[in-house]
Nanobody
């Protein structure tokens, strides 16, 4: 059973940057699409960014397009989220998630397409 552990969250001022990392244990990582979601208090979980299993395709939510970059290193079983030009509205708990099916070279925007989740890491952006 694969486990996902996020790190890199914290408190940053508006306009600053953070880099989140997600480390996967086990061998079931490299052939799965991966994604980052976030959830702010009182709001639904929101798709942030995703990468196909090969890393050849990446997708972003409208609110982060042009500011965030997702990348993966299959040799190290890690996926990263580089977040630049952070805004107070980016404040949320950020979750790493693994696609429920292997080998899909597409990224799903719905949280229900993912079956393994990390515990989350808090990102707080002050104004």
């Amino acid at each position: 059973q694969v486990q996902l552990v996020e790190s890199g969250g914290g408190l940053v001022q508006a306009g600053g940057s953070l880099r989140l990392s997600c480390a996967a244990s086990g061998r079931s990582f490299s052939n799965y699409a991966m994604a980052w979601f976030r959830q702010a208090p009182g709001k639904e979980r929101e798709f942030v960014a995703g990468t196909s299993w090969s890393g050849g395709s990446t997708y972003y939510g409208d609110s982060v397009q042009g500011r965030f970059t997702i990348s993966r290193d299959n040799a190290k079983n890690t996926v990263h989220l580089q977040m630049n030009s952070l805004k107070p509205e980016d404040t949320a708990i950020y979750y790493c998630a693994r696609d429920a099916a292997p080998g899909r070279d597409v990224v799903h925007f719905s949280q229900y397409a993912y079956d393994v989740w990390g515990q989350g890491t808090q990102v707080t952006v002050s104004s």
